[in-house]
Structure formats: structure tokens, C-alpha cells
T-cell receptor, first 118, second 113 residues
Framework: AQKVTQAQTEISVVEKEDVTLDCVYE???????LFWYKQPPSGELVFLIR??????QNEISGRYSWNFQKSTSSFNFTITASQVVDSAVYFC???????????????FGRGTSLIVHP | ETGVTQTPRHLVMGMTNKKSLKCEQH?????MYWYKQSAKKPLELMFV???????ENNSVPSRFSPECPNSSHLFLHLHTLQPEDSALYLC????????????FGEGSRLTVL
């Protein structure tokens, strides 16, 4: 069974601080996908990134970076120089590489609420 | 614009009412999902439809009845709900260019009195 753990329920930082959101996953599959989504106050989850299990290269996109460590089953997300607009709930998710009924159904973590104070 | 539109955004209903939530996407996606998001709980998968056929039912009580008349529309019919069913109901469609990527609507906030 798949499981995603986001141990940090809520993180509070001051603008311009760096912040790392942790994600630890469990799966028996050797091939899988990992995701991060952002849920702003408006409600809709917005896709940020997908990694597949064979690609451990870290990725940077502007102020966002992701550190995928297969050895520790972690896929952490760092925001550099945080801004108030980064305030949101962030979800880590995992899905198997084989579609179930034609869909790659992700398992979501509980989410981490990030509050960035001015 | 998210590409996935949910109506109504807010709904208040009594336990004996019958109401429906609607989800619409014109992204050309073939799979659509219903999730339930309650306070302090993880996102709960409810139903998945692929090419109008239900492929997942995550042990959802029968007071929730989904309907998918075509790949662009998904409904969730609500009947004799309980106060604990109050939650944000999120619809998503599954993209085809990035495997597993979901496109979410803004959700329908349901309050059951």
C-alpha cells in the first residue's frame, strides 16, 4: 500500500526566510511518480512538479527547488526567499506507474500549511 | 481560469434535502475525480471516472451518487446527508501530457445542517 507522510502540519516563517517542506513516502513499487501541489486560499490545488522514480536529479524552478532522495524515500520541497504569496497548503502525492482502470490515482499526504508573515 | 469549473461554490443544505454538485472541464481529459477534503484530514478519494465509466469507488456511502454523462461533466448527487459530510468537495480531471497530473476545480464548500 502507498503512503505519504507530511509530518509538518503548519510552518510559520517571516518573508525572505528559506523554508523546507518535508515529504516521506512508502511504496512497494519500483516505478512510481511523486508530485507536489499548492492549494491557495481559493481552494483549487495547483500542480507544481512531478518526478518519476528513476530520475533523482534535483530540480530548481525559480525560488522553488525539490530534493528527491530515494535512499531515504523523501521528496522535500524548498522555497527560497519566501514571500507572502507563498502562503498556502502544500500537498505531496505519490502514484504508481501503472494506471488503475486507466487512471494514475495519486495518494496525497495530509498537507503542510505554510504561513509567510510580512 | 483553472480549466475545471465547479458549481455551486457554496452550498448549505438540510439533512433531508437533495442537491447536486457539478463539475465541468473542457481540457479534453478523459478521467475525472471527486475528492472530499475535511478539516484536518487528508484528501479522500471518492470516485474516479474514465471515459464515462466508474473505475473507482472508495467505499463511499450511497447517500453520495456520482454521475458522468460524458467526459466533460461530472456530477455528485447528494441525498440525506449527515453533518459530518460537511466538507470541501473537489473535482479534478487527469491530464494526458504529464502522467498523473491532476487539474483541480476550486471546490464546492458544502455545509450540512
Amino acid at each position: 500500500a502507498q503512503k505519504v507522510t507530511q509530518a509538518q502540519t503548519e510552518i510559520s516563517v517571516v518573508e525572505k526566510e528559506d523554508v523546507t517542506l518535508d515529504c516521506v513516502y512508502e511504496t512497494r513499487d519500483t516505478t512510481y511518480y511523486l508530485f507536489w501541489y499548492k492549494q491557495p486560499p481559493s481552494g483549487e490545488l495547483v500542480f507544481l512538479i512531478r518526478r518519476n522514480s528513476f530520475d533523482e536529479q534535483n530540480e530548481i524552478s525559480g525560488r522553488y527547488s525539490w530534493n528527491f532522495q530515494k535512499s531515504t524515500s523523501s521528496f522535500n520541497f524548498t522555497i527560497t526567499a519566501s514571500q507572502v504569496v507563498d502562503s498556502a497548503v502544500y500537498f505531496c502525492a505519490l502514484s504508481e506507474a501503472i494506471a488503475s482502470g486507466g487512471s494514475y490515482i495519486p495518494t496525497f499526504g495530509r498537507g503542510t500549511s505554510l504561513i509567510v508573515h510580512p | 481560469e483553472t480549466g475545471v469549473t465547479q458549481t455551486p461554490r457554496h452550498l448549505v443544505m438540510g439533512m433531508t434535502n437533495k442537491k447536486s454538485l457539478k463539475c465541468e472541464q473542457h481540457l479534453g481529459h478523459n478521467a475525472m475525480y471527486w475528492y472530499k477534503q475535511s478539516a484536518k484530514k487528508p484528501l479522500e478519494l471518492m470516485f474516479v471516472y474514465n471515459f464515462k465509466e466508474q473505475t473507482e469507488n472508495n467505499s463511499v456511502p450511497s447517500r453520495f451518487s456520482p454521475e458522468c454523462p460524458n467526459s466533460s461533466h461530472l456530477f455528485l448527487h447528494l441525498h440525506t446527508l449527515q453533518p459530518e459530510d460537511s466538507a470541501l468537495y473537489l473535482c479534478a480531471s487527469e491530464g494526458t501530457s504529464v502522467v498523473g497530473e491532476l487539474f483541480f476545480g476550486e471546490g464546492s464548500r458544502l455545509t450540512v445542517l
